[in-house]
């Protein structure tokens, strides 16, 4: 009965104190958060832009100015990267989907979300070879029950700068 006793408190004492580092590694990635986007925002205000539309991912941050027609980029992997682009030189948005290669067989009937390997953002930019790439959801570091949430995400910023865009070749016609 004693061992028992002692078993549990040892129990419940291992699961407080799992809860409070969660906790704490939960409240320094929120506070990171904040920091990146204070130097978001002003990098952006220090450029005379207005976002109208904002988008925190895990590696990046995205801002779109409407009226001045640009995006503006925090990317955070490595090191801070701020990356402006213009759409007035944008030939193209799409969202591209990288799947995991499989068989045909193993394919058929399955969940196919399971195999997404990555979920981009491509910039086709006029006169540039390589586009600027924004990722939503990389199976190394999101989880599988997000992928819909950050596709749509996405497939938003997709539909919204296409419009744009497209508003571009219109102006030029």
Known sequence: MFIELITSIGFVIV????V?????????ARLKTVELLNKF???GSQNNFSFS????????IIGLDGVHRKIL?????????FELIDLQEVHKCRVIKYFKSISMKEWKGKNKEAY???????????GKKSPIVITFYDKAHNHLFAISELEQKAKRWETLLSKM????YQKIA
């Open 53 to 60: 539309s904002q988008e925190i991912l895990r590696n990046a």
């Open 165 to 168: 865009i497209n508003s571009n």
């Open 20 to 28: 409070a580092i969660l906790f704490m590694m939960d409240k320094q």
């Open 116 to 126: 997404c390997e990555k979920i981009e953002l491509h910039f086709e930019m006029n």
């Open 73 to 81: 980029v925090l990317f955070t992997k490595d090191k801070l990267q």
């Open 15 to 18: 699961i407080l104190l799992s």
């Open 41 to 43: 925002n002003k990098y």
